[in-house]
Each structure stands twice: as C-alpha cells, then as structure tokens.
C-alpha cells in the first residue's frame, strides 16, 4: 500500500492526524528483516507495526502474506479490526478461541492477505489444512513476552516452524524479557527501546489511597465519589472478586460492567463495547483487562487489589494516559497491607465521605441478534433507528457489528420509547430479536 492511502485512512477511519516517535521508527527501519520494539502499554504499538507491514505488502496474490500472532483474543480482534479499517484492498481474517471455528474456516477458503490469530487456533486450522501459511513474508508476534512465556512456547515453536519463507520478524512488547528462544531464527536483531523514563512524558499520577478497614469497598465508593467521572477501571486480582465488587457498585446505581475469564465471549466483548459507547462508566476486571483491550479515554485505574508484579502494575497502568492523554491511577492500600517497591507516589489522596454520584447513566445500548453474517452494515442500523425508531442522526451513538449480532449506544432517556417502536419492525426485510444489551 502506498504510505499516502495508509495515513489518509488512519485520519479518516481512526481520527488520528498524525503519528508519533515511536510509528515514525519503526517505518524507518523496516529495512532491518527483524525488529524488537519496547515501548510502554498505551503508546501506539499496534499501530507502529501495522503501517510498515502494510507499507511491504505485495498486491493480493491467493496467498496469505501476513502472519500476527496475539497471545489473547482480546488483542487479537484489536489488531484485527485496526488492520482493517486501514488494509482496504486486503482481505484480513481474525482466528481465536471462543469464535466460530465454521465462520473462520468459510473467510480462509478465500486466501487472506492478512491473519490476526491466536497460536492455537492458528495451529489448528493449519493442522486441519484450512490454510497454507508455508509462504508468509511477514511474521509478527505481538506482545511476545506473553506469548513466549511458559505454557505457550510449544505452540509458537511448532508455529514458528510452520512459516520457514517468514523473511521479516517484528516483535513487540510493553516489558523487557529474557533473550528469544532459539527457534526464532532473528538474526541481526534491531531493538526499538522506548521502555527508558526519558523517551515518554509523564502523564500519570499515582496516588496512595488508604483504606481503614481491611475490606476496601467503602473507601471504593467514597474515591468514586471524589475523583473525575471519566471512563474507569477498577482492577482486583480474582474473578470472584469481581463479581463481589461489581454487584456491590451495581447495588449503588453506578452504570458499571464486569469483565473476566469466566465470562462467555460474547459478554467479554459486549462489556468492552459498552465502556467504549457510554453504557458503563466503570468497569471491573481481573488482569486479563490489562491487556490488549481496545479501550480509548480511560481517565482513572484504580487498583482495588495489590499488583503481584511490576509487570502487572506496569500493563493496568498503561490502561490510561494513552498515547497523548493523561490519566490517574490510585492504589488503595489496607491496614497493614505492604506496598511494592515498585510503587512510586505522587501523592496521597484522601477521599471524603461524599455519597453524591457524579456517574450517571447517560447511554443505554440496544442489541440486536444479526451481525455482519447476516449482511447487517453500521448504516443499516443508523438508517433504521432514524426511520423506525424516531431518533436523530446524531442520537445514535456508537455501533458496533459482530458477526452474528450488533450493539448500538443510543440516549438512556429514550431507550424505552425507540425499543417499542422498533420490536415488531423489519431490518433490510429480516425480523431480528432487539432488546436492552446487559451483562
């Protein structure tokens, strides 16, 4: 792709008017075959690695050029759909764990230019010869740290093995780790370090929160009631946790979602769309969230539970003040509970005993079961809540189409009026179940 087609669509379809340090080097030194990039969580990876691929990709040829692995499926489908909103004239497939096995293996009949996987699922489909990866160009294994640890070394050996045509490694990763394993065969490897205090400003503030009882959910409810209602993320280190924290939050009438490893797909996705449109204000998750989740404007994390790691503190913290926005972090610490070494104030913040609620519902989503699968497009459903549903254009908020459902924001305030004026209605001739989306 010429490199004029790929910034005019980041401005167009990502709003993002121009790239930064760490973008600008890596298409610099794209002539290096393998490249290690370091830089923090939040500061526009994804991106610095998908604009040289594109940069090098041949034109369509039947066969698959480009190989990203993901060691989750959350930053799977964010890689996904960033590369598709850029890579117009390539088809781009997403494989992970929890999707459609079918739905996948139907999109890679038609060879993709492009393949965001999961190293499992990438592995299986190879297996069960769905897909033909001996001639991929471009290998990228994003935040390798992750996939490269313990457990999952195997399937990105046998993987890694499956690709020997891979002239171009990049790998990318928010901490530093231990050298690669020698099945990546990366010689000459370049190393971008932005990890270094001095390469980023420093947007965050972290404050010390003390919490007098040793069950923190009181001095929960008073920093929320303290601190700036922008988008939150309240981390705790235990899916049961989250479940306790967030229906004691939801009890207050605070417009709050869970997000963990227990869930189903489908929740674990809804949730994320519904903090990114303005359902949810806050959102509760285990350390699964700290990564890969494609979250803008996160104004405040709060660590309701201890990191375990510097790691950890690392990635959660990366939640906000990404890229060029600032952010705060508060750390609530128990009565006699240790604080990490790692962990650096910038003050204490007290919270006072305030029961005023500055997060109001202002967005409720609707859902509808049809998807892309069904040939339903974000103008069908504009189009339909502005003629159907007695909305305005500039009512409807965000939308967001999956493959076998869609999720739109639109005003809390006239959710009730739009749900019964669209439940008996058609969209393009086809009747589809629409309700009020919960978690």
Same mark, same amino acid.
């Given at each position: 792709? *010429? ?13 993002? /008017? +121009? ?10 030194? &794209? ?26 990709? =041949?034109?369509?040829?039947?066969? %698959?050029? %480009? ?13 996904? *759909? ?38 499992? =699922? ?5 297996? =069960? ?20 640890? @313990? ?5 990105? /050996?046998? @993987? ?7 002239? =171009?490694?990049?790998?990318? +990763? ?8 020698? &099945?990546?065969?990366?010689? /000459? ?7 270094? /205090? ?30 700036? $209602?922008?988008?939150?993320i309240v981390f705790v280190n235990y899916r049961d946790s989250v479940d306790r924290v967030y229906s004691h939050l939801k009890e207050q009438g605070l417009p709050v979602g869970l997000y963990h490893g227990g869930l189903e797909q489908i929740d674990r996705e809804k949730a994320v769309s519904m903090l990114n449109n303005g359902t949810f204000k806050i959102l509760v998750t285990?350390? @699964? ?11 405040n994390v709060i660590h309701y539970h201890m990191p375990v790691t510097e790691e950890v503190f690392t990635h959660r913290n990366g939640r906000s003040a990404r890229v060029d926005a600032s952010g705060s972090v508060y750390v609530i610490v128990g009565?006699?509970?240790? %604080? ?16 005023? $609620? ?25 189009? &339909? ?5 007695? @909305? ?25 009026? %739009? ?21």
């Amino acid at each position: 792709m *010429k490199e004029s087609i790929i910034l005019n669509n980041i401005s167009s379809r990502l709003g993002i /008017e +121009s790239i930064n340090e760490i973008q600008k080097a890596m298409a610099e030194n &794209f002539s290096t075959n393998n490249i290690m990039l370091l830089s923090p969580t939040g500061s526009g990876k994804t991106l610095a690695f998908i604009i040289p691929v594109l940069k090098n990709l =041949r034109q369509p040829n039947g066969k %698959v050029q %480009v190989v990203a692995i993901s060691p989750s499926r959350e930053l799977a489908i964010q890689t996904y *759909k960033i590369f598709r909103e850029i890579a117009s004239d390539y088809k781009v497939t997403c494989c992970y764990g929890g999707h459609n096995f079918e739905d996948e293996k139907k999109s890679l009949s038609v060879v993709p230019d492009i393949i965001v996987a999961t190293p499992g =699922r990438m592995l299986d489909h190879i297996k =069960r010869k769905n897909i033909d990866v001996y001639n991929v160009r471009i290998l990228v294994v994003d935040e390798f740290d992750k996939a490269l640890e @313990l457990g999952f070394q195997d399937e990105m /050996e046998r @993987l890694v093995r499956k690709m020997p045509n891979a002239a =171009r490694h990049i790998f990318t +990763s928010a901490t530093k780790m231990d050298p690669l394993p020698p &099945f990546i065969k990366a010689e /000459e490897l370049k190393t971008l370090d932005y990890l270094k /205090e001095s390469t980023l400003p420093q947007r965050l503030e972290i404050f010390n929160v003390k919490s007098e009882e040793k069950d923190k959910l009181k001095t929960l409810d008073s920093l929320l009631s303290d601190i700036d $209602n922008g988008r939150t993320i309240v981390f705790v280190n235990y899916r049961d946790s989250v479940d306790r924290v967030y229906s004691h939050l939801k009890e207050q009438g605070l417009p709050v979602g869970l997000y963990h490893g227990g869930l189903e797909q489908i929740d674990r996705e809804k949730a994320v769309s519904m903090l990114n449109n303005g359902t949810f204000k806050i959102l509760v998750t285990t350390d @699964l969230g700290a990564r890969g989740l494609d979250i803008s404007d996160i104004k405040n994390v709060i660590h309701y539970h201890m990191p375990v790691t510097e790691e950890v503190f690392t990635h959660r913290n990366g939640r906000s003040a990404r890229v060029d926005a600032s952010g705060s972090v508060y750390v609530i610490v128990g009565p006699g509970e240790k %604080v990490p070494s790692f962990i650096n104030f910038s003050d204490t913040f007290k919270p006072t005993t305030s029961e005023s $609620n500055k997060f109001t519902k202002t967005e409720e989503t609707l859902f509808f079961s049809a998807g892309k699968k069904e040939k339903i497009s974000k103008g069908d459903i504009l189009g &339909f809540l502005t003629a159907k549903g007695g @909305l305005e254009a500039n009512e409807v908020g965000q939308i967001d189409i999956s493959d076998h459902y869609s999720i739109v924001a639109i005003p809390a305030g006239k959710a009730s009026m %739009v749900l019964k004026r669209i439940q008996q209605e058609k969209i393009k001739n086809k009747k589809v179940k629409i309700t009020i989306a919960r978690q």
